[in-house]
């Protein structure tokens, strides 16, 4: 399955959803969301990965290196997973999530803020494929 980033940009936070893989075919289209939602003073993000049913070290480094950006800009991150696969790979790479959900936490399967997403779609090759 292809990777498939929601992108909500309003006032705070910026949202990223992340569904599918996350893997080397996408690191390159997920490097160029990741990066451009944690630029600017004080970014105020979250990357909700809950929806990501694969990732690899190669996938993982646009998380870690939005992670480092915010931190030195000095904003805030919020950061969802729950895929045992996936929160293992976030560790190895010194990222823990906020919170880990378990079935007793009534969180939503997606945060939706109400301003209108941007939603982009990276096929195999890590090129734009569509935007909505």
Avoid: N, W
């Avoid at 800009?73 to 919020?78: E, P, Q």
């Avoid at 959900?101 to 569509?130: E, F, G, M, N």
């Amino acid at each position: 399955m292809p990777a498939i980033c929601t992108v909500f940009v309003g006032p705070r936070p910026t949202v990223v959803t992340a569904a599918g893989e996350l893997d080397i075919a996408t690191a390159v289209h997920t490097e160029a969301i990741f990066t451009a939602a944690s630029s600017g003073t004080q970014p105020d993000v979250v990357i909700d990965l809950r929806q990501v049913t694969f990732l690899d070290c190669a996938g993982a480094r646009p998380v870690a290196t939005a992670a480092r950006r915010i931190r030195e800009a000095g904003g805030s991150l919020t950061l969802l997973a729950e895929h045992p696969m996936v929160l293992k790979v976030l560790r190895l790479h010194q990222l823990t999530p906020d919170k880990v959900p378990s079935a007793d936490d009534a969180i939503p399967t997606q945060a939706s803020p109400t301003y209108p997403p941007v939603v982009l779609h990276c096929h195999h090759r890590c090129r734009l494929r569509s935007e909505r």
